[in-house]
């Protein structure tokens, strides 16, 4: 039997590892080419992604006037700084004009030398290219292209674009304004790349003329064989003049063993044949010396599961057999004890089931009156919900005071709420002078009683999830039940949130047409203001209004001399003096960056003209912005003022806007400064 049994397991064995050993190899050599396609998928995807963005900016039309602008260098620089931030590959960029010279730069080098090289490379491409891209891809290797805390291998891709003025010449030869230069570091192409392999796993990327760029997770154990697979991978699409290529040689530590069939058949055989005969050995043996005792033994078993527990004495040869033997033996005398005890625990049983039927009884009664009551809360729970949604959309104090009074009507009622400055009792039932003598800082729990003569108030707190307090109810009423407290503290919740939900509300639309750094009202609220005018114009053209539009001069000399700490100084103080020349009614708004803007109610011709001198005056005077340590930034701006007395209110933004920057270019004009 023991043959039989072991022959067909070892054979079946045997296929089973040859099999598994298939799906093995297999697994490996795919999964290596599901990696190897993945890597290659992943950096083209994002070389295009790359090269779609730079064919958008090279035609960005403030892009392309910034390069001779000075006004634009602040677009040019936010520009920049979204392209780096939104594309995982670019870690700096620079716009150069034709002769080379820096425009701007992000995360770059202010004068860097390093494009000497770059430059006639790219200027020969684009005079001398007839293809259909306008973009090429050089390695750079040891070249100081940004500072070395983002590049510290000094090596990766440099990718240049031409810019044109305009796109209606496409396919003519013509000579660029200037060039949009990105550099890809080695760092940025690892950052992508990683997390696309598990632990063991490398690839290098090799190339002519460039050290080999290695990405890798986990570390390779030598010891262990790796599987490799190589893959020619090209930055190439058809933004790209002159594609370039790599090869990909990718690596992992899941080895491809041997075949462990043979083996495992060798010593399943051997195992076999050592079972059988063991197997046979023991059979001869233990027929005699244990077998016949056993059978002997089973006779006992049968006897006593028949129900005949006279069981006679046999020849049991070991002393395990003889223990049992003795254990039957007990069992038969406990199984009758055990059914002479069996008889006398019905006749208890059935005492028993007469005392359980009287205390169901008694139970079913307490469940009915406890029902009654939930019948009850349940009403009121009900009221509750009712009065979640007049809280909503009605006067608190009313629909609070009709609400208590509708549960608990034989009750006096009583709220004070801590949102406004008043801070008046609502009473319903009690006297305000009774309620004088309720301190409720001197309390620290949500819940006390207050006692004044022979009157006594429950007052429950309306704290909001910060543990302020926002107000309170109280309930003039000796005791009240446990039921009764419960429902009025979900009372009460329900009112501190949504007294906190209104409140909070209020801060939000507070802070969404606030800026954070000057405190005065933002571009939104200007948007929204201005269109309320320009309604109120339109209805009613006698009431005249003035735009003024301010921007402040050296802003950007004063960030790059001291710092930005100076530049939000200088932005803080010059909207405050502007305000402190402003009349209560006039407003005066923050449109971003250095721009301001004040709307005059009522401001005709003669309004605008004084406050225009008024705000002359504080140039004249000289107010200057200063930080903790002693440096000082003189305060100047340009301003242009409207009136819809004079001019159309559809267009007194756009003539504000101009006459400010007349003002700008005069004041560079007279001062002999650099426009910066």
């Known amino acids: 039997m023991v043959f039989v049994a072991v022959l067909p397991a070892s054979i079946i064995g045997g296929l089973l590892i040859k099999q598994q050993t298939e799906v093995e190899t297999n697994y490996r050599l795919d999964l290596i080419d599901r990696l190897s396609t993945t890597l290659k998928q992943e950096f083209n995807y994002r070389f295009y992604l790359l090269s779609t963005a730079l064919d958008v900016l090279s035609r960005d039309r403030l892009l392309v006037q910034g390069i001779d602008d000075f006004f634009l260098t602040s677009h040019v620089d936010a520009t920049l700084e979204n392209l780096v931030d939104n594309t995982p590959l670019i870690q700096a960029a620079y716009l150069v004009n034709a002769d080379w010279n820096e425009v701007e730069n992000y995360n770059g080098i202010n004068g860097i030398k390093s494009f000497e090289s770059l430059k006639s490379l790219v200027t020969v491409r684009v005079d001398t290219t007839k293809s259909i891209g306008n973009q090429w891809v050089f390695n750079y290797d040891a070249e100081q292209l940004m500072p070395k805390k983002y590049n510290p291998s000094r090596k990766g891709v440099v990718i240049g674009v031409p810019i044109f003025q305009s796109t209606l010449t496409e396919g003519l030869k013509r000579k660029p304004l200037g060039y949009l230069i990105v550099i890809v570091p080695v760092e940025n192409i690892i950052k992508v790349l990683r997390p696309y392999l598990k632990d063991g796993e490398h690839v290098v990327f090799k190339h002519d003329g460039m050290d080999n760029i290695s990405v890798y997770k986990g570390k390779l154990d030598p010891a262990v064989p790796t599987v490799s697979k190589t893959e020619k991978v090209t930055i190439a699409n058809k933004y790209i003049s002159e594609p370039m290529s790599y090869e990909a040689e990718v690596f992992m530590n899941k080895y491809l063993g041997e075949n462990p069939f043979t083996n495992s058949l060798k010593i399943l055989s051997i195992v076999t044949v050592i079972i059988v005969m063991l197997a046979l050995l023991t059979a001869t043996i233990s027929y005699r010396w244990f077998a016949k005792p056993l059978t002997y033994l089973m006779d006992s078993v049968r006897a006593c599961l028949s129900g005949s527990y006279s ?52 139970k079913t009664l307490q469940l009915t009156q406890t029902l009654q ?261 003189k305060i100047h701006f340009a301003m242009g003022c409207a009136s819809t007395e004079s001019h159309d209110a559809q267009n007194i933004y756009q003539v504000a806007d101009k006459a400010m920057y007349l003002d700008k270019k005069a004041f560079y004009e007279s001062t002999g400064l650099t426009p910066r």
């Not at 609070?400 to 709420?417: D, E, F, H, N």
């Open 311 to 362: 069981i006679p004495d046999k020849d049991l040869r070991f002393a395990e057999l003889i223990m049992v033997n003795d254990l039957i033996q007990k069992m038969t005398s406990t199984i009758k004890a055990q059914f002479d005890d069996l008889e006398d625990k019905n006749t208890k049983l059935m005492s028993f089931n007469e005392q359980l039927e009287k205390k169901v009884h008694e």
């Open 373 to 633: 009551r939930e019948e009850k809360r349940r009403t009121m729970l009900q009221s509750l919900l009712s009065f979640s949604n007049k809280l909503q959309h009605g006067d608190i104090h009313s629909t609070v005071m009709t609400q208590l009074v509708s549960l608990y009507p034989y009750a006096g009622w009583a709220m004070q709420l801590y949102v406004n400055q008043k801070r008046e009792w609502v009473c319903e039932g009690i006297n305000p002078d009774d309620l004088a003598s309720i301190d409720v800082e001197a309390h620290c729990s949500e819940y006390f009683r207050a006692n004044n003569n022979d009157k006594t108030f429950q007052c429950f707190k309306i704290m909001d999830t910060h543990d302020e307090t926002l107000g309170i109810i109280v309930m003039k009423y000796p005791n009240i039940e446990r039921d009764d407290f419960e429902v009025i503290s979900l009372f009460v919740y329900q009112l501190s949130a949504e007294l906190e939900g209104r409140l909070l509300n209020e801060e939000l639309e507070r802070i969404a047409i606030t800026d954070p750094l000057t405190g005065l009202s933002n571009r939104k609220a200007f948007d929204v203001d201005l269109e309320e005018w320009l309604k109120v114009s339109q209805r009613y053209p006698e009431q005249y209004f003035g735009l003024f539009m301010i921007d402040v001069n050296g802003l950007k000399q004063a960030n790059d001399e001291y710092g930005h700490h100076m530049g939000d100084q200088l932005l803080i103080d010059t909207g405050h003096l502007i305000q402190s020349v402003c009349r209560q009614t006039d407003k005066v708004y923050r449109l971003g960056g250095d721009e301001y803007a004040i709307i005059v109610k009522l401001g005709d011709n003669t309004g605008c003209e004084l406050l225009k001198q008024r705000l002359r005056a504080l140039l004249e005077q000289g107010h200057y912005a200063s930080l903790p340590n002693g440096d000082k930034v």
